[in-house]
């Protein structure tokens, strides 16, 4: 695999709550000089982006990263990313709901945001350092039938990132229209490249361009 087609599939990433706009900028043009998928930033930073970065496709994250934040705050929250230049939302379901075995309360809070999002990409950041095996299943069903676009494996800020068991067992309970993205401690070539041979259509990391 070359670094190009890797890179291609890279969700340039930086989401630190410290990341100054000299930060973001650096990033922007890595992403503009390496062609990534795009640039994933807090949502703060979209209008800034959007407006000077007008070639990126631009990827934010809403109720990021605990995942409990009402369905009404993150159906507003993604509406204001949209009107600002986002194409792409990566939203954290409420874990706390998963916990609960309340997954109907989980479905209907993506269908809240899918339809929020229209025609635009839609990823749905489940946390599996959090999950049991079962529940990961579960949401690999409540992810298909809510119409989101993708199922994410982390926030990068949980106890643990993305490891492959849980691309493979994605790869199995997800139907047809639903991409993998992979996200936290890929942080090597290597790691980048299993990732995609095991399944994974997205990988956010903020290691790309240095590495490649």
């Known amino acids: 695999m070359t670094n190009q087609e890797i890179l291609s599939r890279i969700d340039h990433t930086l989401l630190k709550a410290v990341a100054s706009w000299e930060d973001i900028k ?8 390496y062609k990534t998928a795009s640039v994933c930033i807090p949502p703060s ?14 990827c934010t994250v809403i109720g990021f990263p605990l995942g409990y ?6 159906a507003r929250e993604a509406e204001e990313a949209l009107a600002a230049g986002a194409l792409e939302i ?16 989980v479905q209907k809070e993506i269908e809240t945001i899918r339809k929020t999002a229209g025609s635009q990409t839609l990823k749905v950041i489940v946390e599996t350092c959090y999950l049991t095996e079962a529940e990961k299943i579960r ?3 409540i992810v298909t039938a809510a119409g989101a676009d993708y199922i994410k494996t982390s926030t990068g800020f949980g106890t643990g990132g993305a490891v492959l068991e849980d691309i493979l067992l994605f790869k199995k309970h997800i139907g047809p229209n639903v991409k993998i993205k992979a996200a ?15 399944g994974c259509h997205r990988i ?6 240095t590495l490649l």
Do not use: W
Request: glycine content about 8%; hydrophobic content about 40%; some cysteine.
């Open 26 to 33: 650096n990033l922007c043009d890595e992403a503009l000089r």
């Open 45 to 58: 930073y979209i209008q800034r982006v959007h407006e000077a970065y007008s070639p990126l496709t631009i």
């Open 69 to 74: 934040s009402v369905t009404a705050a993150k």
């Open 90 to 105: 990566d939203m954290v379901v409420n874990i706390g709901d998963v916990k609960n075995q309340d997954f109907e309360r």
């Open 139 to 141: 949401l690999c069903g």
């Open 184 to 198: 936290g401690g890929i942080r090597t070539k290597a790691d980048m490249e299993a990732f995609l041979n095991a």
């Open 204 to 209: 956010g990391t903020s290691s790309a361009a």
